[in-house]
């Protein structure tokens, strides 16, 4: 798929098929999820992928609210994390006004080669940002030094949402 039509055709989807994602597919989009530039190459993403249906079952009812349940099922979930106070800062000091901002913008770009990786593997995504991030740290054992960010659901679309209206260019950017 060229890229401009992969990047128009990636939408929110609130439906999937009963059809599991092969866990190699999975590691695959993780390894290019990769690929998103960091600062300094810090690399400070961390993914935790369920696939296993107790696992799923268990990150849906106690990590995510029941309309999140609802819009997820049948996908695996994927949650992204970042470890604080190492994007953007040198000897624990941040480099930047921003401080541990820098980690959510560098995983915010890993996120964004995910569901596009995603995308061009024939499969579709939901980033959902409103869960209980302390029920999924103590659920997947992620470290402390680590901020929950998104659960992203991923998983063969069962219906066909349509491109929702952009803002005018001229309302989102100057050009000089």
């Known amino acids: 798929m060229e890229f401009k039509e992969l990047i128009v055709e990636r939408r929110s989807v609130r439906k999937y098929k009963d059809q599991p994602v092969d866990m190699e597919l999975l590691k695959q989009i993780v390894e290019q999820a990769q690929m998103a530039p960091s600062w300094k190459n810090s690399q400070t993403a961390r993914t935790y992928v369920a696939a296993s249906p107790e696992i799923l079952e268990e990150l849906r009812e106690k990590g995510l609210p029941s309309f999140n349940q609802n819009s997820s099922r049948n996908a695996a979930l994927i949650v992204t994390t ?84 952009r803002k005018p260019l001229e309302e989102v950017a100057k050009f000089y």
């Open 82 to 165: 970042f470890v604080r106070g190492v994007s953007a800062f040198t000897n624990g000091q941040p480099d930047t006004e921003l401080g541990d901002k820098w980690g959510a913008y560098d995983l915010g770009l890993h996120d964004a080669y995910l569901v596009l990786a995603a995308k061009n593997a024939g499969l579709d995504t939901l980033i959902m940002g409103i869960r209980d991030p302390e029920a999924i740290r103590t659920l997947l054992g992620i470290p402390e030094e680590e901020d929950v960010v998104s659960v992203i659901a991923v998983g063969y679309r069962d219906q066909e949402p349509g491109l929702r209206p």
